[in-house]
């Protein structure tokens, strides 16, 4: 091909992107970014590329990140067992202080890091800080009593902190810790966290990136995807799923019954698979919808 025709070629998919431009203008979106693109580096570089691609075209990503494999390493060299309890990570006193420091003072900061490198717009916000997060521990899954330590859900969101951001023209980063009536710092579930935090900002989108390419009728078969869902069928299909898709799909159902038109869950071991979601007729992964 030659340089023409490829020029040619790039300025086609750039003008199939305008609809989608012009649709998500002003629009937060809110992407939660874990998984295999947070440790790989060209994955990790292409994320915070996709980022700054969507706040320079006028529209408001916040990202929500975890950090489960750098979490469990820094356990294993502090002697820590890591142990899930429905795919949660149990959490006492010593891990909860390594758990902050490996979220805000190493991940956080090296997200922000990659996309100002880009572009001077992102900014860090840790969730147990500036009233953003409160919530409580969780005593009860599923019906069943359960001692996770320093593990919590998600009571309240005070958004304030991430309006400010984005009026000042920033990408919030946001680590998902919050605080308890009496001050104490809790562990959340990023999963969870996005899709609180995507309906009190009311975003447009929850995007979920994790390590599989999305909800499979028949795991692991890729011919199994399910493309799209909605909120009922989500709900009979939610006890049947494995500790590690649950969650996501608990987010993403939680999502859209409280006010977010559209939770998807992609593969992000794809470079820029963000883009393909937001940007293309064909999207990406499973796409859930409230009931209509």
């Excluded at 994320?47 to 979490?71: N, R, Y």
């Excluded at 869902?229 to 299909?237: P, T, V, Y």
Aim: proline letters at 3%.
């Amino acid at each position: 091909m030659s340089a023409q025709s490829q020029a040619l070629a790039k300025a086609e998919v750039l003008s199939q992107a305008l609809p989608w431009l012009l649709k998500f203008k002003d629009a937060i979106l809110v992407i939660k970014f874990g998984g295999n693109a947070m440790i790989e580096k060209e994955l990790f570089e292409s994320f915070a590329q996709d980022i700054t691609f969507l706040k320079l075209s006028g529209i408001h990503p916040v990202v929500i990140h975890g950090g489960g494999p750098q979490i469990s390493l820094a356990l294993k060299n502090a002697g820590i067992e890591t142990r899930f309890i429905k795919g949660l990570r149990y959490t006492d006193e010593k891990s909860i202080q390594i758990i902050r420091r490996i979220l805000v003072d190493e991940i956080q900061a090296d997200i922000v890091s990659e996309i100002n490198k880009i572009h001077d717009c992102a900014v860090g916000i840790s969730g147990d800080d500036l009233n953003l997060l409160h919530g409580e521990k969780i005593t009860n899954i599923d019906g069943l009593n359960v001692e996770l330590g320093l593990v919590g859900e998600v009571t309240k969101v005070e958004p304030k902190a991430i309006f400010e951001a984005i009026s000042a023209g920033k990408v919030p980063v946001i680590s998902t810790l919050a605080r308890d009536k009496m001050g104490q710092v809790l562990n959340i579930n990023a999963d969870f966290a996005a899709s609180a935090i995507a309906s009190a900002v009311e975003a447009k989108k929850m995007i979920i990136l994790t390590d599989v390419i999305g909800l499979m009728s028949n795991y692991p078969d890729p011919e199994s995807l399910i493309s799209f869902i909605n909120a009922r069928d989500l709900s009979g299909l939610l006890p049947k799923l494995d500790e590690g898709m649950k969650p996501k799909m608990q987010a993403c159902l939680s999502a859209v019954q409280n006010g977010v038109s559209r939770a998807h869950v992609i593969d992000g071991r794809i470079a820029h698979g963000l883009m393909v979601e937001i940007f293309t007729d064909q999207g990406a992964g499973t796409m859930v919808v409230n009931d209509e």
